[in-house]
């Protein structure tokens, strides 16, 4: 059994900064790419930033870019989502994923319970 789980939500005031981590645990084989998303109040959940398997490559959604920066470390089965300078429109709940192979399976998409973001004006 695999399981994600997030953490490292909470308040902030604009212009603040939050770190949210994501850990990948149990029978993993294998972790490709990585990632986060994120769901704001009466929205669709939107991508927010991805990474390879390796980290060489990273990909951010045009509303975070220079602000957010995303990292894994592959010993510890984590990705990890540096916020910066954020904003009121970045509320929302943050979902980690990860592409994950367990023993006896295939790649798979697995979900973390989501954490919150509030960004206070």
């Known amino acids: 059994q695999v399981q994600v789980v997030e953490s490292g939500g909470g308040l902030v005031q604009a212009g603040g900064s939050l770190r949210l981590s994501c850990a990948a645990s149990g029978r993993i084989f294998s972790i490709g790419d990585m990632g986060w998303y994120r769901q704001a109040p009466g929205k669709q959940r939107e991508v927010v930033a991805s990474?390879?398997?390796?980290?060489?490559?990273?990909n951010y959604a045009d509303s975070v870019k220079g602000r957010f920066t995303i990292s894994r470390d592959n010993a510890k089965k984590a990705v990890y989502l540096q916020m910066n300078s954020l904003k009121p429109e970045d509320t929302a709940v943050y979902y980690c994923y990860g592409r994950i192979k367990a023993y006896g399976s295939g790649y798979a998409d697995y979900w973390g319970q989501g954490t919150q973001v509030t960004v206070s004006s």
């Open positions: 990474i390879s398997s390796g980290g060489s490559t990273t």
